[in-house]
């Protein structure tokens, strides 16, 4: 239970952060356009944060990545594998044609690669923070 926790505030904390900078600066959405945006989003980052987590811990045993490079591109695979069917989910759901989703998962997968890394070390230290070692 305390991963569960320590993790899905991490992914709340890191993609609210991230989430509300690209928003307001390079999307240009109004503060309350930005805040609406981000409670929608704290559910759904609760449902699928510790899973996706999990799914990265799992990779990281297969894998065993030995050096910097290795843990980075496990990172992007991890979140490219886990967060593209989510996307593409809730693309579909908010009424995307298959057209439309194809075009925003294509754009957000450059943002998945850049963010998976950077992600994948603010958990780490914030388990380290609490005590949380892995294998």
């Known amino acids: 239970m305390r991963l569960f926790i320590i993790d899905t505030l991490s992914t709340v904390v890191f993609f609210t952060i991230v989430a509300?900078?690209?928003?307001?600066?390079i999307a240009g959405m109004n503060p309350a356009e930005v805040l609406t945006t981000r409670l929608v989003m704290v559910p759904i980052m609760i449902v699928?944060?510790?899973p996706y987590t999990g799914w990265r811990d799992w990779l990281h045993r297969q894998i065993r990545p030995n050096r910097r490079s290795g843990a980075a591109l496990t990172d992007i695979a991890a979140f490219v594998s886990?967060?593209?069917p989510v996307y593409g989910a809730t693309l579909i759901l908010a009424g995307a044609s298959l057209q439309q989703a194809a075009v925003a998962i294509l754009s957000a997968i450059v943002f998945m690669i850049l963010l998976a890394r950077p992600f994948?070390?603010?958990v780490d230290r914030v388990?380290?923070?609490?005590g949380i070692v892995l294998p």
């Not at 509300?20 to 600066?25: G, Q």
């Open 120 to 122: 994948g070390l603010f």
């Open 82 to 84: 886990s967060q593209v």
């Open 20 to 25: 509300t900078f690209s928003e307001l600066v």
């Open 48 to 50: 699928t944060g510790r």
């Open 127 to 130: 388990r380290q923070l609490f």
